[in-house]
């Protein structure tokens, strides 16, 4: 489908700007970077024609919608300190934006704890024994890992944590989330993503609960009354309106560095062919698709050979059910390795609209999978079947609710920070500085996991080093963790 301009032109008069030249950019994939890196572009003054491989804009921001049901990709939240991040959310979808309250449990020892993790808490729903084991591993950490090097994500959190309470909080679930075992995923990973208070903290939290909830741990966020899928359907209208392109169901074939631009080769559903001129590219895309598109003759090739980076995959299981509710939560974690699953959200929670009516609600089913492992093999029905029987099992939800089922595969979900991956993506990235017109923007074209408030930062950044005249300053990133998946 290749979706026009829309040439209104007193919107795009409006925001024309007589201080630079009219510059045509190219941006590479229609998620939410490159949908809003376009609309921004286009406020500048800028010609801009966006290419998105699927059929539909949105990426993992998109909303799968099935018979009166609404299920979001993985189920994103909105949540921002950061007030010029905030004011444009809020400008953009004006009376469709909703506050919605955070209520999320994790599922240890056969029970549901709050979430994010509050340990001393979470560790009353074992025996003393088991408790008291816990405490002991944590304060001889001190001593004994006071030396250990911080390299990958078990050094850092049992320096931190003691081995004990890393084996029963941080390794099961951050395994299953990426695949691979946490001696092997970076240290870095856990220093962007934990925010847990010390031990002293967690005591004093045990025998005199704080009154004010911790800055990671949001009370609410924000979230499109129709569903994720709602933020970039808006900038899609607005793209069009400020009169911009989109060509969906467009594959790039090349992206040709010329003396003054890029010279990008793209194919149309139908078969057909396009060069398409560009003095700037932005590219959202994997890493490894962009340097595909790079001719051999650019050296991308060698680069090619020595890249290694990898993106973790998802697949998203749908189930509509036939019953009211099945939790208040927004998030619920399942780090036990025998399920299959490892995370679910029910949409009607967030929103009414979700559902066709009052008497269903759904689950989102999110099952952490890569490409070419055994699971993503699986059939569909394979998949609702053996999930639906281990949900049943703990008591979650029963298969006799089970109205309708879909399953979603998807590629490039997460970036995987396996040791080493700091000096392969610098050594990427140094390949491609040697365009300053190619910008990499995003959590997929970046090759770093932000939050979706992260990646509209991340486009702010861009713009504002592209176009210093005309800058408004942007607050430092202040988006909320706590969580470490």
């Known amino acids: 489908m290749i979706t026009v301009a829309n040439t209104r032109p007193t919107v795009s008069s409006i925001v024309q700007s007589p201080d630079f030249p009219k510059q045509h950019f190219i941006v590479l994939g229609g998620g939410l970077a490159g949908l809003t890196a376009a609309q921004a572009l286009l406020k500048k003054g800028c010609t801009v024609t966006l290419i998105e491989k699927g059929s539909q804009v949105g990426g993992l921001a998109r909303t799968f919608e099935k018979e009166g049901f609404r ?19 809020k400008d953009l979808l004006k009376s469709d934006l909703l506050t919605v309250p955070r209520t999320s449990h994790i599922y240890l020892n056969g029970q549901f704890v709050d979430y994010p993790i509050q340990i001393a808490k979470a560790i009353s729903t074992f025996s003393p024994l088991k408790a008291a084991h816990m405490a002991v591993s944590y304060l001889a950490s ?31 679930y951050t395994e299953k989330v990426w695949g691979i075992p946490c001696n092997e995923l970076s240290a870095a990973w856990a220093a962007q993503r934990i925010s847990i208070p010390s031990f002293r903290k967690m005591v004093q939290q045990a025998i005199a609960p704080a009154k004010e909830t911790p ?41 040709t560095p010329t003396s003054d631009g890029f010279e990008v080769a793209i194919q149309h559903q139908d078969g057909s062919h396009q060069t398409l001129r560009a003095d700037q590219v932005v590219s959202t895309i994997p890493l490894d698709a962009l340097l595909e598109s790079i001719p051999d003759e650019w050296g991308s090739q060698e680069i090619s050979q020595q890249y290694d980076l990898e993106y973790r995959d998802i697949i998203c299981l749908f189930v509509a059910l036939k019953k009211p ?33 009052g008497s269903y609600t759904s689950l989102a089913i999110e099952i952490f999978a890569s490409r070419g492992e055994s699971v993503w093999q699986m059939t569909d029905d394979e998949i609702l079947n053996q999930v639906v029987e281990q949900m049943d099992q703990i008591g979650w939800t029963n298969k006799a609710d089970v109205h309708r089922s879909w399953v979603l595969r998807v590629p490039y979900a997460y970036p995987v920070y396996r040791i080493g991956y700091q000096e392969k993506l610098q050594a990427v990235k140094n390949y491609f500085s040697q365009w300053p017109n190619l910008h990499l923007v995003g959590r997929t074209g970046s090759f770093h996991y932000m939050n979706s408030d992260g990646v509209v930062e991340d486009v702010f950044r861009f713009i504002e080093k592209t176009f210093p005249e005309t800058a408004v300053e942007v607050q430092p990133l202040t988006s909320a963790t706590g969580r470490w998946m």
């Open 215 to 255: 800055a990671t741990a949001i009370s609410e966020f924000y979230y499109p009354r129709a569903g994720f899928g709602m933020i970039p359907q808006a900038l899609e209208r607005e793209i069009l309106d400020l009169g911009g392109t989109i060509y969906t169901n467009t594959s790039v074939l090349t992206c």
């Open 71 to 89: 299920f979001d990709i993985g189920g994103h939240r909105f949540h921002s300190n950061n007030l010029t991040v905030v004011n444009w959310l």
């Open 325 to 357: 509710q099945v939790s208040r939560d927004s998030w619920t974690y399942f780090p036990l390795k025998n399920l299959l699953f490892g995370r679910t959200h029910e949409p009607k929670n967030w929103s009414s609209e979700m559902v066709p009516d």
């Open 142 to 172: 001190k001593v004994t890992e006071r030396q250990r090097p911080e390299v990958s994500f078990e050094d850092w959190v049992i320096k931190r944590y003691g081995k004990a309470l890393y084996k029963v909080f941080f390794e099961p």
